[in-house]
């Protein structure tokens, strides 16, 4: 639809300002004032059907939704008179500029009250400049970087006059064959309660109000990654102690971080959709955690608990999900449809309608949309302005630091720069949008900088790359194979650019096989029976099981999917211009059989014995040993580093006191190096039982050649805490193991004593 273009700013803007005078002389003078008599003034004057339409979200008009199904499906006739009669509250990924002014005109000049819109869009990893996916960002262990991508991701969203974001995740996933973990920041608890509250901060800025600033929205709520069988949307079955020590934790770092909007999960849990849970969204968000934003729905969730079974028909589905406390419908319009009639008939109090309607208002007030409804929709469109050169270097180091070396046998990384004839073979080795990875959904986005493109921008003099792909993502190529053989015959090393495509990691992409695609297996065990050097460039969106060529190369290093400066961060680390630093948020399992598999697992009466793994009548399998083929954390450098250390401030720890722990780690390589020291904790015995190690804390080290540096930790009783029998948080006096580790397995080991004084 093409719309008129005003002849000025002032022009197009002095309408709405109208508006919000006018808005401002019917108000009692007392209620302009302040923000609440505001609020409040205009619910006292909005009819059901206006507090209705306050709570409907929808998806664009007109456009075909690539990412979730078309439901709701609306023209954009139609689109229009509902922001002119205020029965929606705003609209999500609806690209450009010019749509959202015509729209947010309307909303705040032509609609009874004035309301103006909220836009929001799924920011997942980066809105113009794309960076890693989150699991891959999370790699770096350092929730500083993630605080400010996602800075820059919101600098970018609000100038195409996005405020508000679904993200981050904060699920935590333990089988990898669910797809969605590559949106998260993998298995353990203390590292994503890390990320998940940087991310929000990143988003939000330091104030709300501001024109840069996007409301956070953490997801989904809750266990959605405790799926059965890793499959999407599926039942998560787990206990109560499990949900309250694992999948809350994350949620509840990002709310005190000051997220003002959470989104309700498409799972059930104990027989209860979460969209209309009300212990979760009622006696957890707002009884115990005493949260003051909104609740939104998953992209349609509120209607499918007619599937679930859950509700009988979808008046109802609206009913259970708005009193179990969902206070926003997205997409399905189920509210606007059944709200007003469910009010009239006392099923639905007034009372509970005007408590989710001033939530809302509440939080357009903070992002300042009262006080400006036309911020962030005054500049050129994203696809016109300018590449920020500082955010395209972030997306490097980004990048960089993503990345995890799994292998480095004989030292065959770093490569030399000249005098080196590469292979690179494989489906990913040219540019591809498959280097990406997931949600990348707005316009002018660059394409990524491919893997060759990065090489040859890195090579000296003598060096040169041949580049064949050899298969496909999932099929054979014709005669692929013999020349992927021919270039690594001719080659001083073959470089292995293999693994998942874009859309094998995501949503509704779960795996029953987490392994490399049989054609890409194929042609690695055919390029290695060439004798020649290999290193594995791995894209993957999920822990992953490696077996033959791909497990037994020379080299291994996880790429994940690195989004636009991909080939330039590859080729930085292959060279030696980076030291690699990334570590493992997730487990590699030996084989799919394990999963899902997680470091911090409980103890069994009957452990299998480290010394004898093939006793019978243990808890073991039979065709393979318990252990991870990679553990979380663990990750290689091009410098080796040794713990030589550890010292506890005392061996007996009081309840109300704190325990100082200092470790030295020496760097005993010849390059600078990078090493995340980790803190583990396990208690020896419980009233419940207790996982065999917890991470409890992390530091990262730069740490010159020659040199040792000394890393201290501080633990106190809240360190200690679990959920006790009658599911409140408990500390119990007791002895502790603690580790000072390079991963989840080994490290230096100290004991020590909980007492009560």
């Not at 002849?7 to 002389?25: G, M």
Request: glycine share 10%.
């Amino acid at each position: 639809m093409h719309v008129r273009t005003p002849r000025s700013l002032a022009s197009f803007f002095a309408p709405a300002c109208a508006a919000f005078l006018l808005l401002a002389s019917l108000l009692p003078p007392a209620a302009a004032q302040t923000p609440e008599a505001r609020i409040e003034a205009l619910i006292a004057r909005m009819t059901v059907q206006e507090k209705a339409g306050q709570l409907s979200l929808y998806g664009p008009a007109d456009i075909e939704t690539p990412n979730n199904p078309q439901a709701g499906w609306r023209n954009a006739q139609q689109e229009t008179a509902d922001v002119r009669a205020g029965r929606l509250t705003g609209l999500f990924n609806n690209a450009g500029l010019e749509g959202k002014r015509r729209l947010q005109q309307i909303a705040v000049n032509e609609s009874r009250l004035g309301i103006p819109l909220i836009f929001g869009a799924d920011v997942i990893h980066g809105f113009r400049t794309m960076f890693p996916m989150p699991l891959a960002e999370a790699s770096s262990w350092e929730p500083a970087l993630a605080e400010r991508t996602t800075r820059a991701a919101a600098v970018e969203a609000t100038a195409d006059g996005f405020r508000w974001t679904f993200a981050p995740m904060v699920d935590i996933a333990r089988d990898a064959r669910w797809g969605r973990g590559l949106e998260g920041v993998g298995e353990d608890v203390y590292l994503a309660r890390q990320f998940a509250a940087a991310r929000v901060r990143g988003f939000q800025g330091p104030d709300l109000s501001r024109a840069d600033a996007m409301l956070a929205t953490p997801k989904h709520f809750a266990a959605y990654g405790a799926a059965e069988g890793g499959l999407d949307y599926n039942v998560s079955d787990i206990s109560e102690r499990t949900l309250r020590e694992v999948y809350l934790p994350p949620f509840r770092a990002a709310l005190d971080a000051g997220a003002l909007s959470v989104m309700s999960a498409f799972n059930e849990i104990g027989g209860v959709p979460s969209t209309a849970n009300p212990a979760l969204l009622t006696g957890v968000l707002r009884d115990e955690w005493k949260f003051k934003g909104f609740v939104v729905s998953d992209y349609t969730a509120d209607e499918e608990l007619v599937e679930h079974g859950y509700a009988a028909n979808p008046r109802e589905a609206a009913k259970q999900a708005f009193m179990a406390g969902t206070d926003v419908s997205m997409q399905s319009g189920l509210y606007m449809r059944y709200l007003p009639d469910l009010v009239a008939s006392g099923e639905v109090p007034m009372a509970r309608l005007d408590e989710a309607v001033r939530r809302v208002l509440y939080v357009k007030q903070r992002l300042g949309l009262f006080d400006d409804p036309m911020r962030g929709l005054d500049g050129p469109p994203a696809a016109q302005r300018v590449e920020n050169p500082e955010f395209i270097a972030l997306a490097r180091e980004d990048a960089r630091r993503s990345i995890v070396m799994l292998k480095n046998d004989r030292m065959l990384l770093p490569l030399p720069k000249a005098g080196t004839k590469i292979a690179l073979v494989g489906p990913f080795a040219e540019g591809t949008i498959d280097l990406m990875g997931a949600w990348s959904l707005f316009p002018g986005q660059s394409a990524p900088v491919g893997i060759d493109q990065g090489l040859r921008a890195a090579l000296g003099p003598g060096s040169s790359v041949n580049v064949v792909r050899g298969s496909g993502i999932e099929s054979a190529l014709p005669g692929g194979i013999d020349a992927a053989v021919a270039a690594a015959k001719d080659a001083d090393v073959v470089l292995l650019a293999i693994g998942e495509s874009q859309k094998m990691s995501g949503e509704a992409r779960s795996r029953s096989d987490i392994g490399i695609p049989q054609a890409q297996q194929d042609l690695a065990e055919a390029v290695a029976a060439t004798g020649k050097p290999v290193v594995v460039l791995l894209s993957n969106g999920r822990a992953m099981a490696l077996k033959g060529a791909v497990r037994d190369a020379r080299a291994i290093l996880v790429t994940w999917f690195l989004g636009v400066q991909t080939g330039h961060a590859i080729a930085d680390v292959l060279f030696g211009d980076f030291n690699p630093s990334g570590r493992l948020p997730v487990s590699f399992p030996q084989t799919a059989g394990q999963v899902p598999y997680y470091y911090g697992h409980k103890r069994t009466g009957r452990p299998t014995p480290a010394n004898a793994p093939e006793t019978a009548f243990k808890a073991r399998f039979i065709d393979a040993t318990n252990e991870a083929l990679y553990p979380f954390g663990f990750g290689l450098g091009y410098s080796p580093v040794r713990y030589d250390s550890v010292e506890l401030s005392s061996e007996r720890m009081p309840l109300a006191g704190t325990l100082r722990v200092r470790a030295t780690v020496t760097n005993t390589g010849q390059r600078d190096a990078e090493e995340v020291v980790q803190l583990y904790i396990a208690e020896r015995a419980a009233s419940v039982t207790r996982p065999v190690r917890e991470l409890k804390g992390f530091r990262k080290l730069s740490i010159a050649p020659g040199a040792s540096e000394q890393v201290e930790f501080t633990l106190t009783a809240e360190d200690l805490q679990f959920i006790g029998r009658d599911m409140k948080p408990v500390v119990e006096p007791g002895e502790f193991d603690l580790w000072v580790a390079p991963s989840a397995v080994g490290g230096i080991r100290r004991h020590f004593v909980l007492t009560r004084e």
